[in-house]
């Protein structure tokens, strides 16, 4: 089995680890963030860590009022912009913490008044050192070059940020994310066989809007990294605003389409699809009939739209993980890829 | 000649209208915001505007160190959420005006408590009617489906905005545009011979970095709009950290490479996708040798990084127009859009 996958099915006990450890310091952060008061987020992050950061980014806006940023590194790192961050709370995404230019990111910020935060796997890391404070992932080393079971930790910490910072999210709506994940996982099977089917594709769009547009973007990623396929991402309103004359008869489009507020409008986007003889795979929920679909995934259960993120983007991995084997392709070793990418 | 290429001709007169009409407006603003002490700065747009609005948030924090944050509507449109918006100035933009989700954003952001701008094409739009003021274009109508004189006469405005706010951008800087405009058109011959070689690409990557990169997003978007091309789009950056898996021998990258802050990291990702024997298309600056480039276009005048992203976008405009055009494609009519787009 690929490193890939055993990380992926890994993720319900990293989920469960990292919720158990990081609750209390949560708590804490809330009674230090109510005095501070926050008036800005920045979201600062890379690849899949940045996809993390643009979930926060719908679910901190959504659940806290607090307007968010998603910080372009460039701006301080080859401008050396100063920014007015004096009640600005700055937010570090990586897994290895050792990204050169998320951290330097991090030092300048923080030298312009902003509080910082560290998302990140590793306690002894360069963001570890550079922050005034880190919301530690539990999910063990990562050995795969595609990353799974680190952004799904990712995606629980910013939950337990938005907890400390609003009123929406709940202890009890968090405790039932990594039950979920492992209900998620029963699909293995289901998808191994579904992929056969796209042996041959070479290029896809992964649409969603809202709070799974993040899942969008890290699909396509998986699946251009994993399986070399030329995947475009763009929220259904984007998609809608030109890409959309790409789609001819066959074009692949894959939907993360949750029950909530954002399914009537994709529901709407996948008659038309149909309409234009594309070929759709829809990720929803186990109750959810669409005539107009090619291909439906069914997440086991119902879960309300604010906490699909985790257990929806889940099928995705997993979709990504078995279509690269039945390409032959090694998932663990993306061709041209390490580990820890250094960017400024 | 199509609506598209007649467009694109029409830029230095509709770049030097707008300067003209709208250089004392953004004088006057200057002092009213200096009053009004913004603290963020919230761009709003979707499309080719929403292109306009990425090349706009590197401006304005570059040169003005408000921090900016590029809206998602649905946050607004969808989630209905309520954000603390009471120092901010927040910037619409539509060529039409009539982009549903936008005017409601700024209907609740103004409610909100914040100062709105629009940046349209149309004075009598809804746009006009939502705002506290508008920054008006004179593109003159559009026609074309595929927008390129209301993307430069909308950057041009954000340099007006961005000199209002912070001194970095000059009257004499901008009114340098036009002429740069000018200049770039005399590519126009070269492109329709270069883009003969382009007649089967199917597939494509566009990279750039920091205030160049809104210039990637909208090559990539033109050309799947009018050349059904599936262009992923990149920061350099974010390119190296996952997406660069799928290049391989012959795989066309299309890099926007001006002199200045990021020129030298470009320069090296090249030399990588030479290595990889990928095909690399680079839009550079006249005196610029690069051997590892497979095919170079050479922006007539040297232009400081700081005002290249117009002149640096016209040989992408027209590289897409001819291309549509070897293809015996129409571009002024892609299929499945219309002018105005409406989604919430």
Not at 4 to 27: F, G, V, Y
Not at 132 to 137: C, G, R, S, T, Y
Not at 168 to 189: F, K
């Amino acid at each position: 089995m690929s490193e890939m996958m055993n990380e992926i099915l890994d993720q319900p006990q990293a989920l469960e680890r990292t919720l158990r450890a990081e609750r209390d310091h949560a708590e804490a952060f809330r009674d230090f963030a109510r005095r501070r008061g926050f008036r800005l987020i920045l979201l600062v992050a890379r690849g899949t860590s940045d996809n993390a950061a643009l979930f926060g980014r719908y679910l901190l806006e959504i659940t806290t009022g607090i307007p968010v940023s998603l910080c372009a590194p460039s701006i301080h790192t080859v401008y050396h912009a100063h920014l007015n961050l004096r009640e600005a709370l700055v937010v570090g995404i990586s897994q290895s913490g050792e990204g050169t230019d998320i951290n330097r990111v991090l030092h300048a910020t923080r030298r312009q008044g902003a509080y910082t935060v560290g998302i990140t796997n590793e306690r002894h890391s360069g963001m570890a050192r550079a922050v005034h404070e880190v919301f530690l992932a539990r999910a063990g080393r990562q050995r795969s070059v595609a990353a799974t079971k680190t952004y799904t930790t990712q995606l629980l910490l910013l939950y337990l940020l938005a907890s400390a910072l609003g009123r929406q999210i709940t202890p009890a709506g968090m405790s039932e994310i990594p039950g979920r994940a492992r209900e998620a996982l029963e699909l293995s099977s289901e998808i191994d066989t579904l992929v056969e089917r796209y042996r041959y594709m070479r290029q896809c769009i992964v649409v969603a809007r809202g709070l799974n547009y993040a899942n969008a973007l890290e699909l396509g990623l998986k699946l251009m990294e994993t399986c070399y396929v030329v995947a475009e991402r763009f929220s259904s309103a984007d998609f809608l605003h030109g890409p959309i004359a790409l789609v001819e008869r066959d074009f692949p489009v894959l939907v993360f389409m949750p029950p909530g507020k954002t399914f009537n409008e994709l529901r709407k986007l996948v008659e038309r699809l149909k309409a234009l003889r594309a070929e759709t795979l829809v990720i929803t929920s186990p109750d959810t009939r669409l005539p107009a679909a090619t291909r439906t995934i069914h997440v086991p259960s119902a879960v309300p739209e604010l906490y699909s993120p985790i257990p929806y983007i889940i099928p995705g991995q997993l979709f990504a993980a078995a279509l690269a084997k039945v390409r032959g392709l090694d998932a663990d070793k993306p061709r041209s890829l390490q580990i820890v990418t250094r960017t400024i």
